[in-house]
C-alpha cells in the first residue's frame, strides 16, 4: 500500500522519543504480504516519507512497521483476510493529507483522519498498497 501525501511539508526535527523508535520496516511472520509505500503526491516518483507508523490490524492479529528511509513498508500476515491498514497521524509531517483521488486499487477507504484502509491479500499472496499525501 503506498501513501500517497502532497504537497511539500517536512517534519519538524525534534528532540521527542519518535513513534517510530526501535520499530523496524518490516513485520509480521505469515506468508501473506501485506507492503507499500508512503509517498507524495503531484511528483512524477513521489518523495518518499520516512518514519510514519503503520499498524496492520485483522482477526487477532496485529503488527506496527514504520516506513523506512524509501518510504516502504511490510507486514507478514498469517492469513488472507480483511486487514485495517492504518497511518498514525502524529508521524504524518505536518499539513500532508491522504490524497483521496489515489487510492490503491483493491484497498477501501474506512477512514481519511487518520488515514486507515481496509486491504486483503489477493490469489498471489501479496497486496501492495502505495499511499499517496498531499499538503
Known amino acids: 500500500m503506498s501513501v500517497l501525501l502532497s504537497g511539500c511539508a517536512t517534519a519538524a526535527p525534534s528532540a521527542e522519543p519518535s513513534a517510530c523508535d526501535g520499530v523496524a520496516s518490516r513485520g509480521g511472520e505469515g506468508e501473506y504480504r501485506l507492503a ?12 518518499a516519507i520516512p518514519d510514519v507508523h503503520i499498524t496492520v490490524a485483522g482477526d487477532g492479529f496485529s503488527s ?3 516506513s523506512d528511509e524509501d ?3 511490510e507486514v507478514m500476515a498469517p492469513r488472507v483476510d480483511s486487514y485495517l ?17 489515489a487510492i490503491p ?8 483522519a487518520p488515514p486507515t484502509f481496509t ?8 497486496k501492495v498498497v502505495n499511499t499517496f499525501l498531499e499538503g
Request: net charge negative.
Open 64 to 66: 506496527d512497521v514504520c
Open 71 to 73: 518510504g516502504r513498508w
Open 119 to 126: 486491504v486483503e491479500p489477493g490469489l498471489t499472496d501479496t
Open 85 to 101: 491498514v492504518t497511518l498514525d497521524p502524529e508521524t504524518i509531517p505536518e499539513g500532508a493529507v491522504l490524497d483521496a483521488e
Open 36 to 47: 507499500g509505500a508512503v509517498t507524495y503526491s503531484g511528483v512524477p516518483s513521489g518523495d
Open 105 to 112: 486499487e483493491g484497498a477501501v477507504l474506512v477512514d481519511d
